[in-house]
């Protein structure tokens, strides 16, 4: 059994009014309440259980970030009200600046949703239904382009095959951020003081929880073999390929239309200038609630492919693309990749003209122009 990284998310139901109750809750009628927010946040980096046996990379989180997960800042919860056939009737939206703040609710069945809020980057839309809501990010280039195929030290003894050279066409978005859901749906608010805590002069109502994440961090350590002090870094980064484009919030269910999603390469210098890292994440696998086996299971096939930008001493740099399908299926949480390339596979000799200014990326993605679709921003 995997483990998870998990936030405990506490919310509690807040009767106004000290230690004299007011007439609302004793007139068994859907009344104004209000609900007070509160989560206690235990973000633990162990979404692989054996991650740290597996990543060398001397990664310096005072200059390249975390590697796991960071606590969010900002809570927003939706409020679903349910009508007798337990549909959406009203969707309220309320957004907390921290982990605290006050919303107004009624009496009545609900579906609670909460996820942070604290991303520029994500972008949330409505596909007709009341109740779904999708993440997603922006588009920023249609398809990408790529020159040689290389094959792992694995998948040469192995006797794999290369896939056929085609062009990646599909979209390139920028990466999410990191985003936590928790749903809770059918939730009773009581007008029954039996149902409820008395604590410090108020009636509180618990709902415990877990705030799961819905992007996952993949860590690739890619190790140069033969390469005799060729290659010098990357100077335009990386793409993961064939990763889902969106998730709904409420199931947890990625979409099935896939995109690629750029990340930065850093080369480990000081301690071994043979050997990349980089950390991308995305919403995974397309058309599956990663944390189920099952779903997973049933996943549409696909391919995933690391798109990698190398820079050679000569000045020149070349694209070369990398199959991890394996590896990512292996993982739909998340986890760390290690692969070991020959760098004889792809020698400086056969790339390209030299750099001119401009880095390699533009090459790997062309364009760089943001395209924005018609959908539904739900503020």
Same mark, same amino acid.
């Given at each position: 059994?995997?483990?998870?990284?998990?936030?405990?998310?506490?919310?509690?139901?807040?009767?106004?009014?000290?230690?004299?109750?007011?007439?609302?809750?004793?007139?068994?009628?859907?009344?104004?309440?209000?609900?007070?927010?509160?989560?206690?946040?235990?973000?633990?980096?162990?979404?692989?259980?054996?991650?740290?046996?597996?990543?060398?990379?001397?990664?310096?989180?005072?200059? /390249?970030? $975390?590697?796991? =997960?960071?606590?969010?800042?900002? @809570?927003?919860?939706?409020?679903?009200?349910?009508?007798? #056939?337990? +549909?959406?009737?009203?969707?309220?939206?309320?957004?907390?600046?921290?982990?605290?703040?006050?919303?107004?609710?009624?009496?009545?069945?609900?579906?609670?949703?909460?996820?942070?809020?604290?991303?520029?980057?994500?972008?949330?839309?409505?596909?007709?239904?009341?109740?779904?809501?999708?993440?997603?990010?922006?588009?920023?280039?249609?398809?990408?382009?790529?020159?040689?195929?290389?094959?792992?030290?694995?998948?040469?003894?192995?006797?794999?095959?290369?896939?056929?050279?085609?062009?990646?066409?599909?979209?390139?978005?920028?990466?999410?951020?990191?985003?936590?859901?928790?749903?809770?749906?059918?939730?009773?608010?009581?007008?029954?003081?039996?149902?409820?805590?008395?604590?410090?002069?108020?009636?509180?109502?618990?709902?415990?929880?877990? /705030?799961? $994440?819905?992007? =996952?961090?993949?860590?690739?350590? @890619?190790?140069?073999?033969?390469?005799?002090?060729?290659? #010098?870094? +990357?100077?335009?980064?990386?793409?993961?390929?064939?990763?889902?484009?969106?998730?709904?919030?409420?199931?947890?269910?990625?979409?099935?239309?896939?995109?690629?999603?750029?990340?930065?390469?850093?080369?480990?210098?000081?301690?071994?200038?043979?050997?990349?890292?980089?950390?991308?994440?995305?919403?995974?696998?397309?058309?599956?609630?990663?944390?189920?086996?099952?779903?997973?299971?049933?996943?549409?096939?696909?391919?995933?492919?690391?798109?990698?930008?190398?820079?050679?001493?000569?000045?020149?740099?070349?694209?070369?693309?990398?199959?991890?399908?394996?590896?990512?299926?292996?993982?739909?949480?998340?986890?760390?990749?290690?692969?070991?390339?020959?760098?004889?596979?792809?020698?400086?000799?056969?790339?390209?003209?030299?750099?001119?200014?401009?880095?390699?990326?533009?090459?790997?993605?062309?364009?760089?122009?943001?395209?924005?679709?018609?959908?539904?921003?739900?503020?």
């Amino acid at each position: 059994m995997r483990l998870r990284n998990f936030i405990t998310t506490f919310a509690a139901l807040l009767v106004l009014g000290g230690c004299t109750i007011e007439p609302p809750l004793h007139l068994r009628k859907a009344a104004a309440t209000k609900v007070v927010l509160k989560t206690s946040v235990k973000a633990q980096f162990m979404w692989q259980l054996d991650w740290q046996a597996k990543w060398d990379f001397a990664w310096q989180t005072s200059v /390249l970030g $975390p590697l796991g =997960y960071s606590e969010p800042k900002g @809570i927003r919860m939706h409020v679903y009200t349910l009508d007798d #056939t337990d +549909s959406p009737k009203s969707h309220n939206v309320y957004n907390f600046s921290g982990t605290e703040g006050q919303v107004d609710i009624f009496v009545g069945v609900h579906n609670l949703l909460f996820h942070n809020n604290d991303s520029e980057v994500l972008l949330y839309r409505s596909d007709g239904d009341l109740a779904d809501i999708y993440s997603y990010t922006r588009v920023i280039s249609s398809g990408l382009k790529t020159s040689s195929l290389v094959q792992t030290l694995t998948q040469k003894a192995a006797a794999a095959t290369k896939a056929e050279d085609e062009e990646i066409s599909e979209n390139v978005t920028f990466m999410p951020d990191e985003l936590f859901v928790l749903y809770d749906p059918r939730h009773y608010i009581s007008d029954n003081l039996d149902d409820y805590e008395y604590i410090d002069g108020q009636y509180v109502l618990r709902i415990q929880g877990d /705030l799961l $994440p819905r992007t =996952y961090i993949y860590l690739f350590q @890619i190790k140069l073999l033969n390469n005799l002090d060729r290659v #010098t870094g +990357s100077m335009g980064g990386a793409a993961l390929t064939g990763v889902a484009d969106a998730v709904n919030l409420q199931t947890g269910v990625t979409s099935n239309t896939t995109v690629s999603v750029p990340m930065d390469v850093h080369i480990n210098k000081a301690d071994d200038p043979d050997l990349l890292g980089a950390r991308v994440l995305t919403f995974g696998i397309p058309g599956c609630d990663p944390y189920d086996e099952a779903s997973v299971s049933a996943a549409p096939s696909g391919k995933h492919y690391l798109v990698l930008n190398v820079t050679f001493a000569t000045g020149k740099y070349k694209n070369i693309r990398i199959d991890v399908t394996d590896q990512v299926r292996a993982l739909p949480t998340g986890g760390v990749i290690p692969l070991e390339i020959d760098v004889n596979d792809f020698p400086p000799e056969d790339i390209d003209p030299p750099v001119t200014g401009g880095g390699g990326f533009e090459a790997l993605i062309g364009g760089w122009n943001e395209q924005v679709g018609s959908t539904t921003i739900i503020n």
